[in-house]
Structures are given as C-alpha cells and as structure tokens.
C-alpha cells in the first residue's frame, strides 16, 4: 500500500552466495543472554527472522524500545561475480494496523463533535484542531521507520562488505 512508508534498496557484495548465507545466519543465531560482537562490529544475534534458499526476512530485536522498526525481505540475485542483494523494508503489519486506527480515529471525533456541536452552538473553527493528529502520527512514524531503514540497511552493508546502488 502507497500510503505506508516503503523502501526498496539493492545492495551488491562480491562475497560468495554461500557465505553470505552464513554471515545472515550467523547475525539471527539463537537467542542469547549475553551480547557477542563479532561479525564485523555488528552484535551478534542482533536480529530474528529466517533464511531460506536466496530469500531472507529479518527483524532488529529491541525489546519493544520503538515499534516503527522496519522488517526486511531480502532476495539474493547472482549477477556474475557478484551478488546482488534486493531489499525490501516496511512496517510490521500490526504497526500499520495502529497507524490506520490512530488516523481515523480524529475524523470519527471531528464527525461526532460536529453533529452534535453544530446542533448546539453552530459550527466552530477549533472542531477541526483533531485532523492536525493524523499528519503528526504520520509524519513521526515516517521519519522513525526512514531513520531505522538506514539502520537497517547500513547493518547489512557492513556484514556483507557491500556497496549500496540504491
């Protein structure tokens, strides 16, 4: 869906397919209590999802600190000697639930005050201060999910020693 922030980014890395697959395993890994930094600079474990064949889906693990987190699909392409990563990052789905929720819900207030406003007194220009919300909820989740990305997408450059070509 257009309405939801979105980012489509290609990566190119001359490591091997195989060992590209393992770096990516290697940075889910199974959970554990302590951190271990290992995979150049990145913490180990650092991510949950799954890897299969040349796809791959990851999340970060925050423990709930922001939920604007974007997930990554990512397919590996062989193109020569290299390979060619293909990102795609978007809001978890029950993130995007909550935004709809939270945006529609100061138009069901303004509809409501002014039924029942217009009844009573008329119509009054501060009825309409609730639809300024849906465009800061919209704005923050953007740029918070944008600033994660190129979290994201910055990790991934540095475990794969790759070159970002959009």
Excluded: C
Excluded at 70 to 88: D, F, T
Aim: hydrophobic share 50%.
């Amino acid at each position: 869906m257009i309405f939801f922030p979105f980012i489509a980014a290609k990566l190119e890395t001359a490591l091997s397919k195989d060992e590209v697959l393992t770096r990516l395993n290697a940075l889910i890994g199974e959970e554990t209590t302590t951190d271990q930094v290992d995979l150049n600079g990145l913490k180990r474990f650092s991510y949950t999802g799954q890897v299969a064949n040349d796809t791959f889906a990851l999340r970060r693990k925050i423990n709930y600190n922001n939920s604007f987190l974007p997930q990554l699909q990512g397919q590996l392409i062989e193109s020569g000697n290299a390979i060619r990563v293909e990102l795609n990052l978007s809001l978890l789905t029950y993130v995007k639930r909550i935004m709809v929720l939270l945006m529609t819900l100061p138009y069901v207030v303004v509809l409501l005050l002014t039924w029942f406003g217009a009844n009573a007194d008329g119509f009054q220009l501060e009825l309409l201060m609730p639809l300024v919300m849906p465009l800061v909820i919209y704005g923050v989740g953007t740029i918070a999910f944008k600033l994660e990305s190129r979290k994201a997408v910055d990790d991934l450059q540095q475990l794969l020693n790759a070159t970002i070509l959009s």
